[in-house]
């Protein structure tokens, strides 16, 4: 088992017959990613990788039903293509796009929210269960970064990931299932809502947040601790701490303003609620190791 | 992208939001600014003696007698930092005389402004906040008002809470009639004033929604004597990634500090400046973050934010041009990239040395996709390939303090 | 009990501060709606019949929590005053007013959909218990057409439900509740969507429906009844059975092209899901007797 | 309101939807029509024969020498009724002379027609079918489409319904990209059809929205050889209910069969013609849908559908006006009103009486509020006073028929 995605779950690829799509598509199906059917508007009856390519996601869905999509359209068709996702009524949406306009993203999340449907992403790397499955893009390959194992991920940058998935995997440590959120302003989904998945997942023993600056998905990490929704140990490594009040550095999410957004308020709310904190990625093994047995 | 002020006051008055009378000039020579500044003032205060009024009246209820200005002329740096009153670059000045010596002052006391606005002075009863942004949660768009205007809201929110207002709007429905006109009579107003700030609000909605922006913000709004409401500030920060179909929104000097940022910008690399030793070179927005803060932790100072990540993982020569502009003691590059190749970078880095030759040394932590390969090119051309991030910092800051590495 | 409103179910009216509304509003109180709170803008502070006026429905609703909203507003401001009414909460509302533009109608009824919310109307009547309650316009002052008992009335129309009501009173029974949907091309209400309520209603043994020509509300209910969703006798009249196709004759939804939205086509559904239907309103009365006792 | 064609299709053309180049002319004495139908098919024709070209091309992707157009011109009756073709109101002409010809031919069949278009032939490839309506029950838009075009949509259902595809929108959201891509996909085009499809059919969207209509439809939709798509016909119903805010629209003469239809338009009263013998005069819509069929049920015949209730209730005078226009040989009057008072139209028809002296027998049956009052009134002017509607149909079809009452 794993949570959002895992080796029985019928994938869509949507704008996947281009280079870059069609690269990591195959890395998907070797990494255990069931892929059902591709949309390529104009190139249906053509063949990726071995499976049948459609004008439409209904057309597609209509002959090999979909449990999620995963998106490589680039941003500016992101927010259509995630709506003719969500219209034919894909649960689950990953979209890799890195940058999407803001507008866009509202309304893709408000469809989402509208449909019941979730969507990760924009400007993410996906979702990967080590081992299992993989529905974006990540370095698999590497051993020392994406090895199985019991920890849950949560994170919203792509690179720092891989530095802490580094520490956690060197720690002895493996992962259980990775969501990378994304670091736009308004990312598809938040941290909080993946953490019911990972409270029932009996492959996840703790969780770590990998988060920084700017908005409040850690506040709602630690609200989500507070009120027993999840109960699992939590770890969090949050970038950002001495960053400059009211300069943007990196994601367009990842700005405070006064004491809004700031890591110092995220920390004081994750450690009220119980959750251990690193702040540096090196320690995130050791505040692991204290917590999970 | 920030706009400054009288930009952002341009869009307000095509969607029909009053703004004072205004002039702008650019920051020159001493006396050809004062000259500039102070025909500029007296023109200003002529046509508020004359017709004392706005530029922008969409009502048609405001009469020549109306007495919205008060004697005198605002002159205001065009900077996208803020606390601009504080800091001495926003200053009343009461005849064309003092404006064109007010502007030759901020000037000197601030040499990075460009750009001058003069403007007419609001005599106003009261001053209010205005401002539409995102809820990231809800997915809708959240207006905040309130009666206690010229304040920072985030000030606001710490000390006087209950003063905010909250509108949520959906983002497929829009703003609604009912909305704007329920929040005027939230902040206690009445009769004619509702009407005027739902239009405002309404106005400010399109401002919003149609050019693309993060954050549409008045504040002060003014509201005059006679119930007019005229825009003090404008603060409107356009979504970068909406920047391709916002084609009206041109990068341009003015809204950056230093040439370098400008000339980042252009190129489509995030970059910060700041004023320390270290010149970080990283990829991936939320690891040049973290790399920023350890160099903190361990007792250095940053001299640029710099990520060629993502899209600009093919530019390290373009990036270390940039950093080489600064005044640091050393390069400090980091990453960990999936689809940013390791190998790719490094190859790039080794190039950018051998063609820009530069005078400070560079420490490399280059992990992620071929990182083996990416080794190998960085030990051939003889830089270390250090592998930890921790170890890089240490090594960047032992060296921009002098120690021997 | 009655369905939609009783004499529990507090109301705030929109708009109602003007002659017509405030006429109406005395009749409805008169009649045993409990009217909270009044909402005009600009005039909060005032009173109407005794109860306090408010700025907006939010202001009025957080003093006074109302369970349903009747709007008097003019056709144009229908659309903004529905959607004032659903945001603030409240999850049933009356809107009487007869000429409200078709993409307004759409989207009071979308919204209200999305908001789990009933609006009836425009270009109603409103909602009668006779005895008991009113959201409405109702002649309840002409015994022989607004008698209190156990016949659920469903209705497009308005002077042809008086016409109805009065052959029904004439057979001896007498009304429960009856629920005006209103005459236009896209109602906030449709037929089938009370019949759960009358379904449960122990007052109700029989539902007349009150149906024309156009629209497909009344294959709707047939649907229902095929379905068991409704279990109990139902007896329509409809009208324009000879009315010529292709040609606008009174209500906005009241146009059949082609073979749809015929009232032959919709008397051939309801006989076949086993109602009656009359074919003069004098013959409603006759026919109900045949299946109440 | 039904647009007559030529109406429609200007609304097209301004909204990016290419339609034939066309002329208007108007009915006069013969041969002043057929001179003027003459020189405007001439226009047409050598405009075919030089340029080529529709009138609009936004795609501005056919040349000169595109072969949209057959030689001849299109004669067409601008009447809201359908089936024009099967009435030989649409007339195929091969030269100006014909189309002369043919434009005194459809006035002299249906001397009510009083605007005539030409309009340049065009050679297509296939038609289709497309409409944009509402579906009640979901609340959202509806677009039709088929590739099996000019047959009448019901028809199609019945014959071929697997030829329709449907797309619904939400009224929030509003037309999608993919939703007009899918349904080009779905009904069999490719490559560029497929996009300059979704753009008519965002273009006839835009329509259908800012115009506040019921129905948009085009059928047919030419595909020419080039694969253009060019409107063939126009149907746009506006909603009566928006007219208001849509002031573009006038309700014109031309709109209406009859004089009296357009001037009932005018007073906001709905009114239909037919051509039998009892004119109504009821008020409330759903009654006097009612007693039309109780009229028919007994064997009578109608004169002319109207309704003064609602906001007409006080128009008694103006609603028996319009009656007494029809050689109607009796008014049956039946109303039950609530807000629309039987006391008030009591009193309305005895002064209407009074006034306009009607040549014709009158039967009244007036309930609902304040029905004694009533009662009195009608008794006191010498007006049988009945309050059965069997009765009063039973009585104005005796009337009509000459029986003795």
Partial sequence: MSIFVDGNTTIVLQGA?????????????????????????????????????????????AQHAAKA??????????????????????????????????????????AARAEGAQVVGGNTSGVISPGKSMVGMFPYWIERVYRPGSIGVMTRSGSLTNEVTAWVVDAGFGVSTLVGVGGDLVPGSRF???????????????????????????????????????????VAFLGGRTAPSGKRMGHAGAIATGSSGTVAGKVKELEGAGALVADRPCRVGELLARVVQ | MRLLEYQGKAVFKEAGIMVPAARVVRASENQA??????????????????????????????????????????????????????AGLIVRAESPEDAGQAAVAIVEREPSVRVILLEQMVDSACELYLS?????GSARHLILASAVGGVEIETLAEQNPTAIQRVSVDPFMGLQPYQTRGLGYDLGFSGELVKRFAQV??????????????????????????????????????????????????VTREQYGTDTEYEAALEGIPYVQFDGDISLMCAGAGLTTTVYDLVQFEGGTVANYLEFGGPNYRKARRAMELCLKNRSSVILIVTFGTIARADVMAEGIVGAIAELKPDRPIVTCIRGTNEEAATETLADAGIEPLLDTEEAVRRAVAIAKGEQV
């Fill in chain 1, 69 to 110: 999509a995963m998106l490589f359209v680039p941003p500016r068709f992101a927010r259509d293509a995630v709506l003719e996702a969500l219209d034919a009524g894909i649960p689950r949406v990953v979209t890799i796009a890195d940058g999407i306009p803001l507008h866009d993203q509202i309304q893709i999340r408000a």
């Fill in chain 2, 132 to 136: 539409i942004s995102t809820d990231a």
């Fill in chain 2, 33 to 86: 600014l004062r000259d500039e500044a102070c025909a500029a003032a007296r023109e200003l205060m002529s046509a508020a003696g004359i017709g004392r009024q706005a530029e922008q009246d969409p009502t048609g209820s405001s009469g020549g007698e109306t007495a919205w200005f008060a004697p005198g002329v605002m002159v205001k740096a065009q900077v996208t930092s803020g606390g601009r009153g504080k």
């Fill in chain 2, 201 to 250: 609000t309404s106005s400010l909605y399109q401002v919003f929604r149609a050019n693309d922006t993060e954050l549409a913000e008045i504040n002060p709004l003014f509201v005059t004597q006679d119930g007019s409401l005229i825009a003090g500030d404008s603060k409107l920060i356009i979504d970068d990634n909406s920047l391709n179909r916002q084609p009206q929104f041109e």
């Fill in chain 1, 192 to 234: 909080a809502e993946f953490l019911p998945a990972f409270e029932t997942d009996p492959e996840t023993q703790a969780v770590v947040i990998v988060g920084e600056l700017g908005g409040t998905m850690e506040e709602e990490v630690a609200e989500a601790i507070r009120d027993g929704v999840f109960t699992k140990p939590v």
């Fill in chain 1, 17 to 61: 017959t281009g280079s870059e799509g069609s690269f990591w598509a195959q890395h998907m199906i070797e990494m255990g990613a069931r892929v059902v059917a591709a949309v390529t508007p104009g190139k249906e009856g053509q063949k990726l990788h071995g499976v049948p390519v459609f004008h439409s996601v209904r057309r597609a869905h």
